[in-house]
C-alpha cells in the first residue's frame, strides 16, 4: 500500500542526497505545512477562490513531488489546472482528493519517519 501512496525511490534520493537528516526534514516539512495547505485550497475552494486554490495546489504539488507522494502530486496538478482555467465546477471534488490522498500520504511518510529513525 505505501509503494502506491509514496514512491520509496524519493524518499531514497533524499538519503542519499544528505542522509537521514535531510530525508527526515523534508519529510516533516512536508507534514508540517501539507495540513495548512490542504485546509487553505478548501476554504478558498469553498469561497469560489481559484487564484487561492491554485496556489496552494501549487505548493503541495511541488513539496508532494519531493517527497514522493505521487498520487497527491498528480491530483494537486489536476486542481492547480482547473483553478488556473476557472473550471470551478471540477474544483470541489479535485480540492476532494488532495485532502484525501495527503492523509493517505502523511500516514506512510510517518511510517518511513520511523523507519529513519531506527
Do not use: W
Request: hydrophobic share 45%; aromatic share 2%.
Amino acid at each position: 500500500m505505501t509503494a502506491d501512496v509514496i514512491d520509496p525511490a524519493a524518499v531514497e534520493r533524499l538519503r542519499r542526497i544528505g542522509g537521514g537528516d535531510l530525508a527526515r526534514q523534508m519529510i516533516a516539512l512536508f507534514l508540517e505545512h501539507g495540513t495548512g495547505r490542504v485546509e487553505r485550497a478548501t476554504a478558498a475552494c469553498s469561497s469560489g477562490d481559484a487564484a487561492g486554490v491554485e496556489r496552494e495546489a501549487h505548493g503541495l504539488k511541488s513539496s508532494a513531488g519531493n517527497v514522493g507522494a505521487v498520487r497527491l502530486q498528480r491530483i494537486a496538478e489536476d486542481a492547480e489546472s482547473a483553478a488556473g482555467s476557472g473550471d470551478l465546477s471540477a474544483l470541489s471534488a479535485l480540492v476532494d482528493g488532495m485532502s484525501r490522498e495527503y492523509s493517505a500520504a502523511a500516514a506512510a511518510l510517518n511510517g518511513f519517519l520511523a523507519e529513519l529513525d531506527q
